[in-house]
């Protein structure tokens, strides 16, 4: 009965884990998407500035490369991340498999000493999957931060670009005044 009562919490366990890898890729997801409507219309008012301030525009235009290849850097390595927690759960999941079945084989053979020894197995798959957890949360932070980061630099790009208009206005208000 207890064996059964671990197998039911461990599986609990395993999908409550894979329902907050989905939420956050989920919610990865909706942040790209935020962003990169962040970019285009950093780089539709880019395009408007072009015309007088080439050479401060083309560095706004590396700072947004920059920021979208490291955005994309950190969304291939956070998808990575996720790959290889979910191959994770899924080899726990398989050996919580295999020792349930072992499980039950014992129990028809009442051999006490190997279920003892499962049940020490049993515990180190829930330990291995409480590892994980402990992984995926320390996974979100860094995804937390590197998207913190992006929106620093595409801030810090518009404000750029704020100024390149405001300079923009005031050589063509002195060059409206000399004509």
Do not use: C, P, W
Not at 2 to 12: H, Q
Not at 151 to 169: G, H, I, N
Request: charged share 35%.
């Amino acid at each position: 009965m207890i064996f059964l009562s671990l197998s039911i919490t461990s599986a609990n366990e395993l999908i409550s884990t894979k329902q907050q890898l989905i939420n956050l890729k989920q919610d990865f997801d909706a942040a790209l998407e935020a962003k990169l409507a962040a970019f285009q219309q950093a780089a539709d008012a880019q395009h408007a500035a072009k015309v007088n301030h080439k050479k401060e525009v083309d560095q706004m235009r590396e700072t947004l490369q920059r920021v979208k290849l490291a955005s994309q850097k950190a969304h291939k390595e956070h998808l990575n991340l996720i790959e290889e927690k979910d191959f994770r759960i899924q080899s726990t999941k398989k050996a919580k498999y295999d020792i349930d079945l072992k499980i039950e084989s014992l129990r028809k053979e009442n051999q006490l000493s190997d279920l003892r020894i499962l049940g020490q197995k049993l515990e180190e798959t829930t330990e291995a999957i409480n590892v994980l957890e402990e992984q995926l949360r320390e996974v979100r932070v860094a995804a937390k931060e590197t998207l913190e980061n992006a929106k620093l630099e595409v801030e810090e790009a518009k404000r750029r670009l704020e100024e390149t208009k405001e300079e923009q206005a005031s050589v063509a208000a002195v060059v409206k005044l000399k004509h």
